[in-house]
């Protein structure tokens, strides 16, 4: 989370337990990868929890590790993951052909981003919030792209709840964006919360109401 370490450590808490029990809400296998995403958001919440750490206790290597590890998981692991979870559910073949797209499109902006990751140094700073230096995100053709893997891949979905998730999360990158744009992968990743208990109250729901009627037919 973007105010605190001790914001983060319990935002990743929460999103941690969460995940874990959205997991254990699946019932098939092509559901689990969609179900991961609150307890990644958890992981991701946790490390920006050590980020604030390494600032507060002057921890070099700490920060530049973290930071790292941050930025792959925004700018490489999203794309890629986001629309593959959600192509690996689908089950309406020209949907699933679609979103295979947006996954080709996310590999391609992971791997574009991971270059200038590995080739450029990047770093961390807080201006109120924590800053990731990294210009190359903020190309216009590269905002795009992003955009369509994280965010409008969902739209093609044929379950709500993947297309709630789509139009959520591009809600909130617009909102991060324009009112805290020096900062906003770090205030966009604090409104994964929302996201996540959206994907966990589908889960829990579709499972009382699968059990509600066994219970009927019983």
Do not use: D
């Not at 290597?61 to 692991?77: A, G, K, P, R």
């Not at 991060?176 to 966990?200: K, N, Q, T």
Request: glycine share 4%.
């Amino acid at each position: 989370m973007c105010f605190c370490a001790a914001a983060s450590f319990t935002a990743g808490a929460v999103l941690s337990l969460i995940g874990v029990a959205t997991l254990k809400s699946t019932k098939r296998r092509e559901e689990v990868f969609f179900a991961m995403i609150p307890l990644l958001f958890g992981l991701q919440q946790f490390i920006e929890g050590l980020l604030w750490l390494s600032f507060q206790y002057e921890g070099r290597l700490l920060n530049v590790v973290m930071t790292y590890v941050f930025v792959l998981f925004s700018h490489v692991l999203w794309p890629i993951f986001v629309p593959f979870s959600i192509g690996h559910m689908e089950t309406v073949p020209w949907r699933k052909k679609v979103i295979r797209g947006f996954q080709l499109t996310g590999i391609a902006v992971a791997v574009y981003l991971l270059y200038f990751i590995v080739r450029y140094p990047i770093t961390s700073e807080i201006r109120g919030h924590i800053v990731y230096v990294f210009p190359h995100f903020h190309i216009p053709p590269v905002l795009v792209l992003y955009i369509a893997a994280t965010c409008l891949s969902a739209l093609f979905s044929s379950q709500r709840i993947v297309n709630l998730f789509g139009a959520l999360a591009f809600v909130l990158f617009v909102v991060a964006f324009w009112f805290y744009y020096v900062a906003f992968f770090s205030v966009w990743c604090f409104f994964a919360a929302i996201l996540s208990i959206v994907i966990f109250l589908h889960f829990q729901f579709r499972h009382a109401q699968r059990s509600f009627i066994q219970s009927l037919i019983a």
